[in-house]
């Protein structure tokens, strides 16, 4: 008898095993099944946003076409000045020293006795205008064997970077003394594209020991002060 009843609690306890078993995978299922779910409403949902972006990728193309072909339908109603002065709108050209433009009278004063001279080319990296006549808005010839002529000091070293949308060479001036004056000539060309009152750049250091000096005696009190102390 003890073993008959024996035998049904393990059969019970089995059962009652089963059961919560069971029920742990369907809980796990209805857990899985919900994350495909979600899953796969965020996949419709990007599938979604990219339909919406190659929309308006190619409803960007049909504008850019759009105003293409009106630029060239007008083109011979503008005159070829007009239509080179809208070319030229596309291209900024710089010049800077340890990163600050050249004033419009061309002379700058640094505080180093050494420097770097920047000189950049810059295309719009959107235009609507056809190629020949965009590159005719570019500064003639080679913007910088042809239109910067170092007059006196030379750059030490030369380094430069040519990309599709910026082409920039840097001149690094190292060593110079207090007499070391840097004079540069531009074409009138670049002049006229950076908007200066002259093509002759002057590059000078102020006096650094005066300049020290300068620094050294802001410093020490006045002798009055000293008597009324």
Same mark, same amino acid.
């Given at each position: 008898?003890?073993?008959?009843?024996?035998?049904?609690?393990?059969?019970?306890?089995?059962?009652?095993?089963? #059961?919560? #078993?069971?029920? @742990?995978?369907?809980?796990?299922?209805?857990?899985?099944?919900?994350?495909?779910?979600?899953?796969?409403?965020?996949?419709?949902?990007?599938?979604?946003?990219?339909?919406?972006?190659?929309?308006?990728? +190619?409803?960007?193309?049909?504008?850019?076409?759009?105003?293409?072909?009106?630029?060239?339908?007008? *083109?011979?109603?503008?005159?070829?000045?007009?239509?080179? +002065?809208?070319?030229?709108?596309?291209?900024?050209?710089?010049?800077?020293?340890?990163? *600050?433009?050249?004033?419009?009278?061309?002379?700058?004063?640094?505080?180093?006795?050494?420097?770097?001279?920047?000189?950049?080319?810059?295309?719009?990296?959107?235009?609507?205008?056809?190629?020949?006549?965009?590159?005719?808005?570019?500064?003639?010839?080679?913007?910088? #064997?042809?239109?910067?002529?170092?007059?006196?000091?030379?750059?030490?070293? *030369? #380094?430069?970077?040519?990309?599709?949308?910026?082409?920039?060479?840097?001149?690094?001036?190292?060593?110079?003394?207090?007499?070391?004056?840097?004079?540069?000539?531009?074409?009138?060309?670049?002049?006229?594209?950076?908007?200066?009152?002259?093509?002759?750049?002057?590059?000078?250091?102020?006096?650094?020991?005066?300049?020290?000096?300068?620094?050294?005696?802001?410093?020490?009190?006045?002798? @009055?002060?000293?008597?009324? +102390?």
């Amino acid at each position: 008898m003890k073993k008959i009843t024996l035998m049904f609690l393990c059969f019970i306890i089995l059962l009652i095993g089963t #059961s919560c #078993s069971n029920k @742990d995978v369907i809980e796990e299922n209805d857990l899985n099944t919900k994350k495909i779910n979600d899953l796969e409403r965020k996949i419709d949902d990007l599938q979604t946003q990219i339909e919406g972006y190659k929309s308006s990728e +190619e409803d960007t193309k049909l504008e850019k076409q759009f105003y293409l072909d009106f630029i060239i339908s007008i *083109i011979p109603y503008i005159s070829d000045e007009d239509m080179i +002065e809208i070319a030229q709108q596309q291209w900024t050209y710089s010049i800077l020293v340890d990163d *600050i433009p050249i004033p419009e009278d061309g002379i700058i004063e640094i505080s180093s006795d050494s420097f770097k001279l920047s000189v950049s080319e810059e295309q719009s990296p959107y235009t609507t205008l056809p190629l020949d006549i965009h590159n005719k808005g570019k500064i003639s010839g080679n913007l910088f #064997s042809n239109h910067i002529q170092f007059l006196d000091v030379k750059p030490s070293d *030369i #380094s430069g970077s040519d990309g599709t949308i910026v082409s920039l060479t840097t001149y690094t001036f190292t060593r110079l003394d207090d007499n070391s004056i840097v004079n540069l000539e531009l074409s009138t060309e670049l002049q006229d594209r950076l908007g200066l009152n002259t093509n002759a750049l002057t590059i000078k250091p102020i006096e650094l020991n005066t300049f020290e000096d300068s620094q050294d005696t802001s410093t020490v009190p006045d002798e @009055d002060e000293k008597t009324k +102390e």
